[in-house]
């Protein structure tokens, strides 16, 4: 009796246990769906062309933000004559006569054609990783040629603009694919990831950094000349008060010094009064 008690108790609990952890699982189980579905309507919100648009503005906009201060570039700004097709931003060069070329800076990010080839890899089917990969091939080519003729226009820009890709794995793609050059030498357009637009903008800024240096050197170096020319007419200056202050000087030495001497040499002769008597007749002859 006592053994049947002990067993039926312990696979009491043991079954009550598996119950439990069975009911774990399906809870577990439904939130892997609720997750899946999640991600589902998060695919579909970013196959949507507008909204990648924006990721990849953002992407970029955190990257030009962090490096360059505001007045280094603009926002949607149209930098070609006679169009109204803003780029999403353009980064301020040193330009002539304190001017500011203009780098056009476009973010691009075909999403669906690099997904359709990393699934392709990942599933070994040859055809149609080759398919996806020369979709994405005429994607970024067709983005190359619009940023090409919306934005470009020497010498208000400079003659060539960047595509920005938001994926590092997108960038190695388009590497991969040969578009780096292809796209500079047909388009003048330079792709660039986020590593790698960011090691472009950190040597923008140093270079700005050294321009500002430099124009400031011209500036002290400009002001020295000024002070110098200021110095050198102030010396000559001080040189002529000093040389009337010395002729003052003789004159006053000659008038206390040779004067005085004769003018004492004429009163010997004439007896002093006490103070009492001198103040006297002083005072007199002023009331009169």
Do not use: C, W
Request: charged share 30%; glycine share 6%.
């Amino acid at each position: 009796e006592k053994l049947d008690a002990t067993l039926s108790a312990r696979l009491k609990a043991s079954f009550d246990n598996v119950i439990k952890q069975i009911g774990d699982v399906n809870t577990a189980v439904g939130e892997i769906k609720g997750l899946a579905k999640d991600v589902s309507s998060l695919n579909h919100v970013l196959t949507n062309v507008k909204t990648k648009g924006i990721v990849g503005e953002i992407a970029l906009a955190n990257i030009i933000e962090e490096i360059l201060t505001p007045d280094q570039y603009e926002t949607n700004f149209i930098t070609k004559t006679g169009t109204h097709d803003p780029v999403e931003f353009a980064i301020k060069m040193p330009g002539k006569d304190d001017g500011y070329v203009y780098m056009p800076i476009d973010a691009k990010f075909p999403l669906e054609a690099y997904h359709a080839m990393k699934d392709a890899s990942d599933e070994l089917d040859k055809a149609k990783y080759e398919s996806a990969k020369k979709e994405l091939r005429s994607l970024l080519k067709q983005f190359a040629k619009k940023i090409h003729d919306k934005y470009i226009d020497p010498p208000a820009t400079t003659d060539f603009a960047i595509m920005f890709l938001p994926i590092e794995g997108l960038y190695v793609e388009a590497l991969d694919m040969g578009l780096f050059e292809e796209l500079q030498r047909e388009y003048k357009i330079n792709i660039a990831g986020p590593s790698t637009l960011t090691a472009l903008l950190n040597a923008l800024q140093v270079g700005f950094k050294s321009l500002i240096i430099q124009k400031r050197s011209s500036q002290v170096f400009e002001l020295l000349g000024a002070v110098k020319t200021e110095f050198k007419n102030f010396g000559e200056v001080l040189a002529k008060a000093q040389k009337k202050f010395g002729e003052a000087n003789d004159e006053i030495e000659k008038l206390v010094g040779v004067r005085t001497r004769k003018i004492n040499s004429k009163l010997k002769e004439i007896t002093e009064l006490d103070g009492i008597e001198a103040s006297a007749i002083l005072d007199g002859s002023d009331d009169e």
